[in-house]
């Protein structure tokens, strides 16, 4: 399984539930006297959970790193293989954990073993994640790496419209799923997370670190880092004027099972 370090994750879930959270409804989350949230990372969802819930929420993740930023309790913990009784918790859940695992089903069997009510796997659905941007070419790169990223990766990353049928095969009922899309918008004034971000396009730094995973020939990767890097100078100087505007959509599906 891959690790992330603190700050891609929040990076990644920046804006995640800040606007809306009605895509969490189903979870009935007023009603839970105990929620395990697995995966947690460094605790994004499981603020929100612990905001939404009365009962007491859990943080568990494996990285014990990531779990000194966890508020409230948390266990370090593999989500094939968690340290817990048969039915100890009202509610599992989990936000973009499945994509990262190699046998998603054999997680989420865990996650009902533990659960005396429900399962929630909140996945998104990385091959429709959508891109616009003042720079022309950017919305073509951005889809020309994510197609060679998806190609490359060894887990299902594109999972999220899939994980109802995760539940399903992992013997959850009565299954449902909403979708929330996560929208990351960059715009002035911008911030000097945006504006560092804006100038790692320039140098190519994220594909050069994203190399390993992602499918083509030297020569083919070459040349869209190329692309990516004058893309990106383009980019710096929309910055520095104050024209750049770049709004990225991912779908995330909310998949709720019943044990």
Not at 96 to 101: D, G, P, S
Not at 196 to 204: F, T
Request: aromatic content about 6%; some cysteine.
């Amino acid at each position: 399984m891959r690790r992330f370090s603190a700050e891609y994750l929040r990076e990644t879930r920046q804006g995640m539930w800040a606007d809306s959270r009605e895509a969490l409804d189903p979870l009935d989350l007023d009603t839970c006297d105990r929620v395990l949230d697995v995966g947690c990372g460094e605790g994004a969802l499981t603020r929100v959970l612990a905001e939404e819930c009365p009962g007491e929420v859990v943080g568990c993740d494996r990285d014990r790193e990531l779990l000194l930023e966890v508020d409230g309790p948390a266990v370090q913990a593999d989500a094939y293989e968690l340290p817990f009784p048969d039915d100890s918790f009202d509610l599992v859940v989990c936000q973009a954990l499945l994509i990262n695992l190699p046998d998603p089903e054999a997680a989420v069997r865990e996650f009902a073993r533990v659960a005396s009510n429900r399962v929630a796997c909140i996945e998104p659905d990385n091959s429709a994640v959508a891109v616009e941007s003042t720079v022309d070419a950017e919305s073509r790169l951005a889809a020309q790496a994510r197609r060679r990223y998806l190609q490359g990766i060894e887990t299902n990353v594109a999972l999220g419209a899939e994980a109802a049928e995760v539940l399903r095969t992992a013997g959850l009922a009565n299954v449902t799923t909403t979708r929330y899309d996560q929208t990351l918008a960059v715009e002035p004034p911008y911030s000097e997370r945006e504006v560092e971000a804006v100038g790692r396009k320039a140098s190519g730094a994220g594909l050069r670190e994203r190399r390993e995973t992602m499918a083509g020939s030297e020569e083919e990767l070459d040349a869209l880092r190329s692309e990516w890097r004058e893309m990106g100078r383009e980019a710096v100087r929309q910055v520095q004027s104050g024209e750049y505007h770049r709004r990225e959509t991912v779908p995330f599906y909310v998949a709720l099972g019943e044990v």
